[in-house]
Each structure stands twice: as structure tokens, then as C-alpha cells.
């Protein structure tokens, strides 16, 4: 088979990109690892910024989001058995986000590619890039015990953290940025009404959590626990009291509890590699960088990365113009780190370490006053919550 961008991975990012491109008559051939199923059965972000959202539009897959998803124009923050709001709407010149699940949107897109009869080949085995520092790229893969190849002008590494095509990059070549927390989120999605309307960050000495929601009857809460935790040591009831214990009175009053529908443990870990190009490979996404999901980063950087890779591909393709891609590794990086600095700080604000030294704690108390006796401050936090310009 032959295409002119193959892109490796079919989570968002990936049908985001193929989506996109076909749109401006580029062909691409989508490979991805797992069955629909089972990437649509993946629980992951709820919040999305306006870049993205616009991306979804442009991509002509806007339209349930817009008609299902929920515009936030500001989320609390409780700390010392109290909570206090950062109006988003106020302190980013009247912007708010969306929120819509990654399974839903993710859903939408596969629908827009099976409209459009986009090339999504599901269950694909043992995908490898091939010369990419040459001109003429491809990618292999089995599928149904059959040995397939795809020759294209450039191969999109859109697999994920644990995907293969960052593994293409020589180690002298590539450069790996980690920190990984000693906590992982303990995260529970259940049929319930969400606890607040908008949602709540938690500071508390026994541990993070936080209460956020799908819908107005669709609930999704974390809890900070330790990295050798398992699911197997919460019962939906040990959950909710742990829950209830981390959040201020007046909201623990107010918790619906019920039955979970999903219950999971992510690592937080922030990794950045770069560079994000090497000859015709591009990195993006959740294979390039992730970080702890506490300022909703995640989804929304990878958003970033395909505006970049899309608008150089469409200027090379229709104006014969390379400088997009030839700049992408930079300017996504550039977002990318960026992404990495908040993420960092709202991990390190709101989570408990344990053994921090006593300046260390003090800090990190004096950090979330000054938040809240702060315009500047405030107006830091949501220019970076609501995502910055691209
Ligand atoms: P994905 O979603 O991991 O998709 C990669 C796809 O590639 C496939 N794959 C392969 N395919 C072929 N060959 C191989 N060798 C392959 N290896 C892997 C995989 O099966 C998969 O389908 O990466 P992508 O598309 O870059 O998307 C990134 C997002 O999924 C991720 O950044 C977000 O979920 C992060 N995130 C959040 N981001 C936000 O912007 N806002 C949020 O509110 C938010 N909340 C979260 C989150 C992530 C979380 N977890 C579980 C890590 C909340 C949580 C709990
Ligand atoms: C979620 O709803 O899954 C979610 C929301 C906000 C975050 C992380 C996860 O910061």
C-alpha cells in the first residue's frame, strides 16, 4: 500500500491528525495497535481548552461536542477545609473550557473517519517505521497472520507513551526529560450527579483529590494513593469515605455515592523527549511528552502538536513550502515545556509528599495564600488552565 503520511496510533491524536489532513486532500493511513473497542473503553481526560475545541470544529467533528459537552467558565480549589474559586472567565479575558470526555470525542472522530472512509486499520501487529532518515519512508505491520508494508512521504509517531515510534530515534540523538512522583491517581468514574457543578481541586494532608464529572449524572473522582497501591484494595465504600475525608464538610455533605462503573490507577509522571523530529519521523502527542493530569495538559498539548504538524504539512503539501515542518520540533517543544511547568506546579501545590522538609511545606502553603490574595497570580493560573495561544 502506499499513502502520503502514515500515522502510527489511532487515539486522538492520531485520527485528529488523519482527520484533519484528509479534510485538505492529503491521504493517510491510520495503524493502530488495539481493537475500537478497547481504545474507546480507555477513561482519560475530561477537560479540553479552546484550541482543541476548534481543532474538533475545523475537523468536522464538532458537533455533539458542542451539543453535549459543558462550558466551565471557573473550577474551586479547596485547601484548609475551605474552597475558593478561580473565575476563569475573569482572569483569561472571558475565556472557559470544555467539558467533554476523551472517550466521546475520540468516538467522534472515528465516526468522521469511517463517514469519510478513512483508512483506520485496527489490530495491527508489531508496526515498525523504516528508514526514516531517508526519503522514502515505511512503515510494517502483520495483520490476520499477514506481513503488509505501507510506503509514504512521512510516518507520524502518534503512539502514545509506550508506543514503538519513539524507539525509532538513535539514544545518541534523543534526549529523555523524566520525573516521575511517588503517587499514582486512584480514579473512579460512577452514575451519579456530580458533587458540584463546575470542579474541585483538593488540597488535603491525607492527600489530593479531585471532583470532576463527565455530565450532569455522570461522575468522575481521583484520589492521591501511593504508587504500590492497588484497585484491589478499594471497595467502592472505602472510596467514598477516603473521598468524603479529603474534601471540605460542606461538600463531603453533599456527595452522592453509588456504584462505580470504572476504577483505575494512573503513575503521574512527566516526560518530555526531544527532539519531536528525526529525518520524515514526527512525534506527537502523549509518544512525545506526558504529564501528571492535575492541570489538564495531557489531551491539550497533543492538540498543539497536530495544529503544528497539520498546518506544516498542508503548507508543504499544497504551497511546497517545508519551513512548518522543518520548525515543528521547536515550536511544539516550546508549548510543550511550557505545559510541563504548569503541570509540575499545580502537582506539586495541591499533591502530599510525603518526608518534604519543613521549608519545603511552608513554601508550598504560602504558594496557595498568595494565589488567592493575587490578581497576577490568578490571572497566571487560568491563562495557562484555558491553554496558551498556538
Ligand atoms: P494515546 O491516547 O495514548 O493514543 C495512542 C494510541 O496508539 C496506540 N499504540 C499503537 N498503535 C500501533 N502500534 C503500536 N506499537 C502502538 N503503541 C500504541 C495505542 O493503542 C493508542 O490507541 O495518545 P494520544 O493520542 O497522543 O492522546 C494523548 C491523551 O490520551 C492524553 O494526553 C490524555 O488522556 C491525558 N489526560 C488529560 N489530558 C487533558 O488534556 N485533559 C484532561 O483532563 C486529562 N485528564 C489524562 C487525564 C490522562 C489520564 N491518564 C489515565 C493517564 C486523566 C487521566 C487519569
Ligand atoms: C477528568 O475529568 O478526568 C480530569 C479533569 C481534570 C483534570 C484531570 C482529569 O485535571
Redesign the pocket.
Same mark, same amino acid.
Given at each position: 500500500m502506499k499513502t502520503q503520511v502514515c500515522i502510527?496510533?489511532?487515539?486522538?491524536? /492520531?485520527?485528529l491528525l488523519s482527520q484533519l489532513l484528509h479534510l485538505q486532500g492529503i491521504e493517510t493511513v491510520v495503524?493502530?495497535?488495539?481493537s475500537r473497542e478497547?481504545?474507546l473503553s480507555?477513561?482519560?481526560?475530561?477537560?479540553?481548552?479552546n484550541g482543541?475545541t476548534k481543532l474538533m470544529r475545523q475537523a468536522q467533528c464538532g458537533e455533539r461536542m458542542d451539543k453535549e459537552g459543558e462550558v466551565h467558565d471557573g473550577f474551586f480549589i479547596a485547601h484548609e477545609g475551605k474552597l475558593d474559586r478561580v473565575d476563569l472567565h475573569k482572569y483569561s479575558n472571558g475565556n472557559s473550557v470544555m467539558v467533554y470526555g476523551?472517550t466521546e470525542l475520540t468516538r467522534d472522530l472515528y465516526e468522521a473517519r469511517d463517514r469519510m472512509n478513512g483508512i483506520v486499520i485496527h489490530n495491527?501487529e508489531d508496526?515498525q517505521p523504516h528508514d526514516v532518515k531517508g526519503v522514502k519512508p515505511y512503515v510494517t505491520?502483520r495483520k490476520d497472520n499477514a506481513e503488509c508494508r505501507i510506503d509514504c512521504d512521512y510516518v507520524i509517531g502518534?503512539? /502514545?507513551?509506550?508506543?514503538?515510534?519513539r524507539k525509532s530515534i538513535p539514544p545518541d540523538v534523543l534526549k529523555e526529560y523524566e520525573k516521575v512522583y511517588p503517587f499514582g491517581?486512584l480514579?473512579v468514574l460512577s452514575r451519579t450527579k456530580p458533587v458540584s457543578p463546575e470542579l474541585i481541586y483538593a488540597k488535603h494532608d491525607r492527600g489530593f483529590a479531585l471532583c470532576?464529572l463527565r455530565s450532569q449524572v455522570l461522575s468522575r473522582y481521583?484520589i492521591q494513593v501511593p504508587l504500590s497501591d492497588s484497585v484491589d484494595n478499594w471497595s467502592d465504600d472505602e472510596f467514598w469515605a477516603e473521598l468524603k475525608r479529603r474534601l471540605p464538610a460542606e461538600v463531603a455533605g453533599q456527595l452522592i455515592t453509588g456504584a462505580t462503573i470504572e476504577k483505575?490507577i494512573?503513575p503521574l509522571r512527566s516526560y518530555v523527549a526531544e527532539p519531536m523530529r528525526y529525518g520524515n519521523l514526527f512525534l506527537?502527542?502523549?509518544?512525545a511528552h506526558?504529564?501528571p493530569?492535575t492541570g489538564?495538559?495531557?489531551?491539550?498539548?497533543?492538540g498543539s502538536d497536530i495544529y503544528y504538524l497539520y498546518t506544516g504539512l498542508v503548507d508543504f503539501y499544497k504551497n511546497n513550502d517545508a519551513s512548518g515542518l522543518e520548525q515543528y520540533s521547536e515550536k511544539a517543544l516550546a508549548r510543550v515545556w511550557k505545559a510541563q511547568r504548569f503541570s509540575w506546579w499545580m502537582t506539586t501545590m495541591l499533591h502530599t509528599f510525603l518526608d518534604t522538609p519543613d521549608y519545603d511545606q511552608k513554601l508550598k502553603e504560602i504558594d496557595m495564600s498568595y494565589l488567592f490574595s493575587s490578581d497576577a497570580a490568578l490571572s497566571s493560573l487560568a491563562e495557562n488552565y484555558v491553554g496558551l495561544p498556538y
Open positions: 502510527i496510533g489511532g487515539g486522538p491524536s /492520531g485520527l495503524l493502530e495497535r488495539q478497547y481504545v480507555r477513561i482519560r481526560a475530561g477537560v479540553l481548552e482543541f476523551q495491527a508496526v505491520y502518534a503512539d /502514545g507513551f509506550h508506543g514503538v515510534s491517581w480514579g470532576s481521583y483505575s494512573a506527537a502527542g502523549d509518544a506526558i504529564v493530569p489538564a495538559r495531557g489531551l491539550n498539548t497533543a
